[in-house]
């Protein structure tokens, strides 16, 4: 059994690895009803946080205030559910410049100063809602 190989099959990866959807293209307006709880479990998921302030996302501030802010909207929702983020259990980084990496994990450990870090998983993708520069997703445990 022979197997073409990318090269072989013409397969052009371009310069991003993967491409922008309807739904980035359309705006946060289509971003989507993002969830924050399923089932009758003890876990809270928080998905979809975004550098905004009352509906507005901040795509042009710079790396380190989107972080900021993505990580003070996600301490307030915490505090609405009655954890911290020593209940974190899993935490999802989505940027669009990886390069940005050092600059999440300054602030990152900045506000995680005083608690033990949750895994954590960083995806490089091409664009987000709004123009915004990160976006995370958490799992929390309510004990």
Known sequence: MNTATDEEANIELGDRPSCESK?????????????????DSDLIFFQGILPEINGDVRGDEPADAQVSMCLDRLELMLENRNVTLADLLKVEV???????LETV???YRERFENVEFPPRSVVGVCTL????AIEIDVVAAEE
Not at 23 to 39: D, K, S, Y
Not at 94 to 100: E, F, H, Q, S, Y
Not at 129 to 132: E, K, L, V
Request: glycine fraction near 20%; aromatic fraction near 4%; hydrophobic fraction near 35%.
């Open 23 to 39: 739904r980035q293209r359309a705006g946060i307006e289509h971003i989507g009803a993002f969830g924050m709880r399923t089932g």
């Open 105 to 107: 994990d300054r602030v």
């Open 129 to 132: 809602p709004g123009g915004a």
């Open 94 to 100: 989505r940027l669009t410049d990886v390069d940005a």
